[in-house]
């Protein structure tokens, strides 16, 4: 029988990956990217031409997307393995997507932490970039407030199927755009 994770990989991720507004060409920063049920599928839409920066703090997780990335021939996947620092090591305003799902809360980051995470990213991203949310495990209307006062515009809230902890599920999505 199929895992879910293969229905998400083979049937669902890009076209929600799309709807949420990744597009060829894109650079694509996937912070905490775990396995890469996101990075992977990011990368096929991106294409040749766009990049998608898988970062993690786990190594194991990094080997898992760099196996997984091999297999399917994709060439446009750069892994970034930190020590858990805030400091994110890319260029100013050079990322048109940041997703930050399932990772921005009380478990891996204080409200000062994501306060910093939050800055770090707005440096890095293009005017108008994308800031895709994953709001587990936090009040969603706190994460809104929290990223809206760093000087991010509420884009939209989705309902998708999405993946989480390696099942189907259906959960919002909070988009943002930097200012
Ligand atoms: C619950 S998983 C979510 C993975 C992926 N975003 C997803 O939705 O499938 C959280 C990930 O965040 C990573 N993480 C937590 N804090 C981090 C930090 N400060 N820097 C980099 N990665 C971090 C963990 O190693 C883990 O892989």
Redesign the pocket.
């Given at each position: 029988m199929r895992s879910d994770v293969d229905i998400w990989l083979e049937e669902i991720a890009e076209r929600v990956l799309r709807e949420v507004g990744i597009r060829e060409s894109h650079a694509v920063l996937?912070?905490?990217?775990?396995?890469g049920?996101?990075a992977v599928p990011a990368a096929r839409i991106v294409g040749e031409k766009g990049r998608v920066y898988a970062?993690?703090?786990?190594r194991i997780?990094l080997y898992k997307v760099a196996k997984r990335a091999k297999s399917e021939k994709l060439k446009n996947i750069h892994m970034i393995n930190?020590s858990?620092?805030?400091k994110i090591p890319l260029e100013d305003e050079s990322i048109d997507v940041t997703?930050l799902?399932?990772?921005i809360h009380s478990h891996?980051?204080s409200v000062t932490s994501r306060r910093e995470l939050l800055s770090e990213i707005y440096r890095i991203s293009k005017y108008n970039a994308l800031i895709s949310v994953?709001p587990?495990h936090i009040d969603l209307e706190d994460i809104k407030y929290e990223i809206e006062k760093e000087n991010f515009h509420f884009a939209g809230k989705l309902f998708k199927t999405l993946?989480?902890?390696r099942s189907l599920t259906q959960d919002y999505l909070l988009n943002f755009q930097r200012r």
């Open positions: 996937d912070f905490s990217c775990g396995s049920h996101y970062l993690d703090k786990s997780s930190t858990g620092e805030l997703l799902y399932d990772v891996y980051f994953y587990k993946l989480h902890n």
